[in-house]
């Protein structure tokens, strides 16, 4: 076993589920690598400071170059707002440290692309956090379709929908304002990375941004709140997406739909343990949609719940990226997604938010 | 009680179904005009003989206008295919007729304009058969909305998928060819029906039609096997619609998700009985969707199933429509949907198909 | 097609769910014999008569005796209050005519054993009415088990729960006093039937029933509320039962789970149209239980509801009964289930009323 | 912030689930005191060597007397086969020390008095191990059920039912053996436990406890695979339990159902972020099971899963338990489950195998 000091930047939600991870990936998962919470990197000294007694970093500090820099800081984990990435992301990378950063990648995609020559040119790891991929049951998800377990797929409908934002009444925050922030900034990309990794990339696509509630107590709303969307994958399977911040009701609709010429895939992450599956085999009398609760079998599934039905939740999706970065850091080889998967999904991005305001069909391949 | 003769036109699946509905809806609801069989009509004077003996009717025709002009057939059901409505239709309202019209309404948007036309002009009880509509979880949902149960709604999800040409090798047959037996012509409507009636009029809208197996055992595939849409409703709604007959394991995918700023509402036919939504009231502890069992309390709900869960299924759909239509016929009011709802349903699918082909957004007013 | 005049005892709930069977069945499944709804009888000559016009009845009586009598009433159906049946049916045998009497077959065991002695004495059609088991799911749940799909059952769970008493506060009316009309006397026969129909016999059972609210407004309570039994079948299977009135929330809770050594059934009335079921087969990862929706490939589908999710309901519950009973009087041979499985309910019914008395264990072949 | 050395007795599955648990427990919580991995114990000094390493603990050891008595440990987690607990726990509370010890408590119920008397002896904090009833659903039930939420409780149904036995080909092994290690001695225990925190203390019992399939590849099973119960709580509550390792399809069937006077619950933890949810109130119309997701409004919910739907999963079980063990060292307050939490549910158990065995009633109060 071998150690790895192990900076995170941004102490906050994200920064705390990093920590968590870091310090049950290596019983978890038995990993080669051992992280080591080295420091921990937040906007004052005395949070920094707080951060470091609660999560049991050895340092902290206010400064993120300090982080970057410090030779006991193997690894780097940015887990601060988006408009910060890159320059952090670009130190590490200058100084051949492996980054994971959290989604999205970038502030814009120019940031992102910037983001990936970085990193490209440099070799080292690199890893975007798209956390809710990672449950056991869309690794099945993903498997089955490259299996062919459903045939060719004809189509593809996702949507990442929750709801802390439905009530009118619900004051304006630092949420209600910045592209980063909104709906398309913020909630998107997860669905978005969801749809490349499990159908392939989108040629084109169609799609509407809007501001449901533009006045909220407290100031007005400058960032969306709802996004329609209908693609075209490469592959030709047409699809639609939705994502909103106002869909009452929901709180974790991280969900999708996927036909196929063989058999179809349901997920919701409401019921992140189940994957809900249809194949065109045996006879029609005992035909339907098959609830597999994801287990042992299953790609991902953590050794320690022995059996199916045990249940996987938010932090161990986190354990999970944990141990992916750990591992692309130990063999040198890209573990997905990395930057490039990141800056593809930024892209989907700013293609829907050009096809919002021309009100035509978008080739992404001219974004 | 007063009597009144019921001619139908078409014997097959449909037609069946509205004989066994005519027979049984004055002791299911009680209804003060009683309908009696009098007369079936099919292509063939054995068939249609067939049909007499079997469903009950008193008389038989291979001729259509011999039943129209029948003076004991008092009222008309149209339920042969698409091309034949018009006529059927404009000859019983020339003789100040009822007519009922399976959906949809006319092959084309012209002849459901004149249809339209020659139902106003005659005065006559005018419906236009949308079956699945008529449960009373999906009737219960239109006052829920109409109530402001859900507030005013943001967002739309509607679907009609079924699953039996998801198969490559199921060979080509009369339902492969002909716009009006394709997923547009012959599915969309049921759902773009619901559409309307649960949100409003469609003011604009994007689609992209499509023939995934064009191949079939047997022949060439002309029509299309599933779409896709989005449009904007006249109230400023944003909505998506999806309709397939090769959506892999979907039996009666006729589904909808409606969001609002105090509520949602979600459906599927394939559980008919059961309607769920979110309310936006008391503590945040206890939301979350509700599934109700339809019942008494409930519109439409047949009368001799006591309780809730005792459960209604596709004929009583039908019995529904017989009983609605029998009140028009009474009352000379309208009731709901009428042809002219019927003709709205076409203008939307001759949009969608003009949208897809110039891949453009279409005003529905222009239609 | 032969014609049969059918005479209906009873025109309440029951009744008129039979009489609207009786007008559809011919058309629906396209019987040889063909009902004719020739008689109904109710305690009033005006209350008869005004079900002879709700329902299109030729004639009305109020005095069970002249239906039973009337040369063309054919067949006697028996929609009447437990206490009646042993008398009409015994008169009816006595002139060889069908029976079909709605569950529970008698007031009391020694009622029902005199029933089906008066019924094998005939040599006429029996039927006793149990019409949930008629739904699709449940006539494919017993064709599973018999072709062995789910192995050697290991146990059974079934319930039937209600909640029209659930409410303490709910006045006391005709249904809380009586044996008959308690949840022993009324509810459990209907799941009792299926575990007999699903299983097989019973060998020995022990029970508690019990009277949870005996104050009501308006009264006391002179019956039961609820009552559970564990169970052991005569082919070795363990099993517990469940039978609430009070069972709040639940509207049509006839369910059950089957466990067998090669796969499970579970089935809930309340999704009448879907039957989940488990196998041991193919590879773990894609071992779950399967939602199957009924349709054309499963037993008892109506034939017009064409394909899987269109649905069925409480109303084509009885369709089948009536279609099964008229099958029964054409073929003469017996069609389940016959007054002697209805007798069989009876005795569970008495041996589980000895048992919670007793607290023993009871052997049902001493009752 | 304190520390406390924490000594694991036992590193295979539980001992790594705790493991990791406190490795994670202060970020999670920010607990003030603060566990510190200091010693494990395996049965050879090889094993113990390899767990430490893979969990991070400072010391190893395969005598558990050795850690016991080792100053640095503050606190013994005892995860070894039940047959060990006695003596381990005695040994620890003999020296002051808080003992977390897994369910079930003692292999026997004379066990289990004896550790209540030695942990009640020596003050000392005393926590058995029932990781399901952590979950926020489960804990929110026994909130709702104590704030009078469903009115008084008329009726439970509980199970606990897997399916790692259900093929009678599945080989003999150590589960097979051995009373502890049975259905009774090893799954029951759990939901007897929750059946127990969610309406109180059983009264009497009746119970059958059975070997299904007596033979095995490799060996005889002298041990049971099933059992079911019908029981009367000391409230007045009647209730059932199912337990089984038999039950195909069942990955983790620990599911209840609570019947209120006001209302109901439901359970599965299949679905362990979820729990149903139906109340006496409001319009009869929109009356129904209410799917609450459970999120930060709810106890014991992690707090770095931001939101309702985030979910939690088996490990964060575990977690919980830790909290609370080290809030129980720190307060030095009961906190439940206590050692005598855990000798009830092995007088239960007791009393069933009486009950099974002599086929009567027992009264617990004499077991």
């Given at each position: 076993m071998q150690e790895i000091g192990i900076g995170i930047v941004g102490g906050g939600y994200m920064g705390k589920a990093h920590a968590v991870a870091h310090a049950a990936v290596g019983a978890v998962f038995g990993t080669?690598?051992?992280?080591?919470?080295?420091?921990?990197?937040?906007?004052?000294?005395q949070s920094a400071e707080g951060y470091r007694q609660a999560y049991g970093f050895a340092h902290a500090t206010s400064d993120w170059r300090t982080l970057v820099n410090d030779p006991q800081v193997g690894a780097v984990i940015i887990a601060t707002p988006q408009e910060t990435h890159r320059p952090i992301a670009e130190a590490a990378f200058a100084l051949g440290k492996p980054v994971f950063c959290e989604k999205p990648l970038g502030a814009s995609l120019a940031d992102s692309r910037a983001m990936v020559a970085a990193a490209e040119a440099s070799g080292?790891?690199?890893?975007?956090?798209?956390?809710?991929?990672r449950?056991?049951?869309?690794?099945f998800a993903r498997k089955l379709i490259a299996d062919g377990a459903i045939g060719d797929i004809?189509?593809?409908?996702?949507?990442?929908?929750?709801?802390?934002?439905?009530?009118?009444?619900?004051?304006?925050?630092?949420?209600?304002?910045?592209?980063?922030?909104?709906?398309m900034g913020d909630l998107a990309p997860h669905m978005i990375n969801a749809a490349l990794a499990l159908i392939g990339p989108i040629?084109?696509?169609?799609?509407?941004?809007?501001?449901?509630?533009?006045?909220?107590?407290?100031?007005?709303?400058?960032?969306d709140d709802h996004a329609q969307m209908m693609c075209r994958f490469a592959n030709g399977v047409m699809g639609q997406m939705y994502f909103s911040r106002i869909a009452t009701?929901?709180?974790?609709?991280?969900?999708?739909?996927?036909?196929?010429?063989?058999?179809?895939?349901?997920?919701?992450?409401e019921d992140q343990n189940a994957l809900w599956l249809y194949r065109m085999e045996g006879p029609d009398a005992t035909r339907g949609f098959t609830k597999i609760l994801t287990g042992p079998d299953h790609p991902d599934y953590l050794p320690?719940?022995?059996?199916?039905g045990h249940g996987t939740g938010y932090q161990d999706q986190i354990i999970i990226e944990a141990r992916d970065f750990l591992?692309?850091?130990?063999?040198?080889?890209?573990?997905?997604?990395?930057?490039?998967?990141?800056?593809?999904v930024n892209r989907i991005v700013a293609a829907a938010l050009q096809a919002s305001e021309q009100k035509t069909w978008v080739d992404v391949a001219t974004i």
């Open positions: 080669r690598l051992r992280p080591r919470l080295e420091m921990v990197c937040a906007s004052s000294a080292c790891a690199n890893m975007a956090g798209f956390n809710y991929i449950t056991p049951a869309s690794q004809t189509w593809f409908r996702g949507e990442h929908t929750e709801d802390f934002f439905a009530d009118p009444a619900a004051p304006a925050t630092w949420r209600t304002h910045g592209a980063a922030n909104g709906t040629d084109r696509l169609i799609a509407e941004v809007e501001t449901v509630h533009s006045k909220r107590p407290g100031g007005t709303v400058t960032n009701g929901r709180k974790m609709g991280y969900a999708y739909e996927i036909t196929g010429t063989k058999g179809a895939i349901r997920f919701d992450q320690f719940c022995q059996g199916p591992r692309a850091i130990e063999t040198g080889q890209p573990v997905w997604p990395t930057f490039r998967d990141g800056m593809e």
